[in-house]
């Protein structure tokens, strides 16, 4: 069956811009996943969905950083008034009711 | 908080030799899991290898197998008959399940070359 996809798969923007990631779990899988990943790091959790509510969102790291899931599958990670710090690739993952984290191929952002 | 310490620097390795890459965690949940990840060049995060805590057999898929050490708190991923394909960077990572919080921690990673 179809993996995790996102998109876009590049996206580059100007220092203070807006920008939406989107990603498109296993089909059936309830829980979803954000990470964001640094160059030379592993990857470092931002939010985590069970459904159409954030389960948890302690990885977020200041109130520009938002996501949503409204019907409890595509998922939206949402940036305002973005900095060069932001630039990383953000990873979806999506599980079903084991533990398994499957990922997507990630979103690489450059804050120019 | 859970920690995970992959200290070695690149590995390298002979094709369709075996090679073992370490990792140490660090936790105070009494259930967690335990997942090796590989991440080639092109960027994904490929699952490997799961090992809960409570499991008292050594996880194993196809080449890979996982050395878990629970009073050592290590879990290392062992790789036999190395590929050239296996070229790439591994992660070691663990869940808890402390309320219903089962967020991935990583570690840094170890680089895997496999020479032909």
């Known amino acids: 069956g179809a993996g995790v996809s996102q998109t876009p798969s590049n996206k580059v923007t100007e220092k203070g811009k807006y920008v939406e990631l989107r990603c498109d779990p296993i089909?059936?899988?309830?829980?979803l996943y954000w990470y964001r990943q640094s160059l030379g790091q592993g990857p470092e959790f931002l939010i985590y969905?069970?459904?159409?509510?954030?389960?948890?969102d302690s990885g977020l790291p200041n109130d520009r950083f938002f996501a949503v899931r409204p019907e409890g599958s595509v998922s939206t990670l949402k940036i305002q008034r973005t900095e060069r710090g932001d630039s990383a690739v953000y990873l979806c993952?999506?599980?079903?009711?084991?533990?398994?984290?499957?990922f997507g191929p990630g979103t690489r952002l450059t804050v120019l | 908080a859970q920690k995970i310490t992959q200290t070695q620097p690149g590995m390298f390795v002979q094709e369709k030799e075996a090679v073992t890459l370490d990792c140490t965690y660090d936790?105070?949940?009494?259930?967690?899991?335990l997942f090796w990840y590989k991440q080639p060049s092109s960027g994904e995060m490929i699952f490997l290898i799961y090992?809960?805590?409570?499991?008292?057999q050594n996880a194993t898929e196809g080449r890979y197998s996982l050395n878990f050490q629970k009073a050592r708190k290590s879990a290392n991923l062992v790789i036999s008959a190395s590929q050239l394909g296996d070229s790439a960077m591994y992660f070691c990572?663990?869940?808890?399940?402390?309320?219903?919080?089962?967020?991935?921690?990583f570690g840094k990673g170890i680089t895997l070359s496999v020479r032909p």
């Open positions: 990572a663990m869940s808890g399940y402390s309320g219903a919080n089962s967020k991935l921690t």
């Open positions: 090992q809960g805590s409570y499991d008292e």
């Open positions: 089909s059936g899988h309830t829980a």
């Open positions: 969905f069970q459904g159409t509510g954030a389960a948890d």
């Open positions: 936790t105070s949940d009494q259930s967690y899991g």
């Open positions: 993952a999506s599980s079903d009711y084991t533990d398994t984290q499957y």
